[in-house]
């Protein structure tokens, strides 16, 4: 007699395989993915606890020594040390941070005023700086790293990188709090064995 059960015997544990596979595999790549979102936001948190300055610089003035999308890590320098040929961090309210070149330095009474200058640019920029208390200057330069930085700030990025990946771990830790029976580390219950 024929057997109008289409689903052979072994179906049931190999489909269980493959979604407890899935499973881990989504929860190591959400593990992943945070981890590498937490590596970078060290990259711009950690100088900071360091005394240093972390800057994401977007432009290609200074194409040869910071490349476009560099991450820049900056010490702070007293004003009163700025010299002339020296890279400094400028940022005036409303603009991004640059980092140029000092072309020229005076000093008004108490304020240091520079002019500023990428080194792929024909002429220094418009208008002059007064530079503040403390100037961040380059002290090492991170290839690339900028543009994730820049984009994370984004709300498409800060969507993708750190909302979307903490909801998605948080619903995968529910599922697995409230799935039915027991979870892979606790040994299942067996019989009616007495419970001490």
Not at 1 to 25: D, E, Y
Not at 26 to 48: D, E, H, K, N, Q
Not at 104 to 133: C, E, H, M, W
Not at 147 to 174: D, E, H, R
């Amino acid at each position: 007699m024929l057997s109008t059960n289409a689903s052979p015997r072994g179906a049931a544990p190999a489909a269980a395989l493959v979604v407890r596979l899935l499973s881990r595999l989504l929860y190591a790549s959400l593990l992943l993915g945070l981890l590498a979102i937490t590596a970078g936001l060290a990259m711009v948190v950690a100088p900071r606890l360091l005394g240093y300055g972390a800057v994401a610089i977007n432009g290609g003035s200074m194409q040869e020594s910071i490349p476009g999308g560099s991450l820049v890590i900056a010490r702070w320098l007293p004003n009163e040390q700025v010299r002339v040929g020296q890279v400094i961090i400028a940022s005036q309210p409303g603009r991004a941070a640059v980092a140029h070149r000092v072309v020229s330095l005076q000093k008004d009474g108490d304020n240091f005023i520079v002019q500023i200058k990428g080194d792929a640019n024909q002429t220094p920029d418009a208008g002059r700086y007064v530079l503040p208390d403390r100037v961040l200057t380059p002290a090492r330069v991170i290839p690339y790293l900028g543009y994730l930085v820049l984009y994370v700030k984004t709300p498409l990025g800060l969507t993708l990188f750190v909302t979307l990946p903490s909801i998605l771990l948080c619903l995968y830790l529910l599922r697995q709090i409230w799935s039915d029976g027991p979870l892979t580390t606790e040994p299942a219950l067996k019989g009616g064995g007495n419970a001490v």
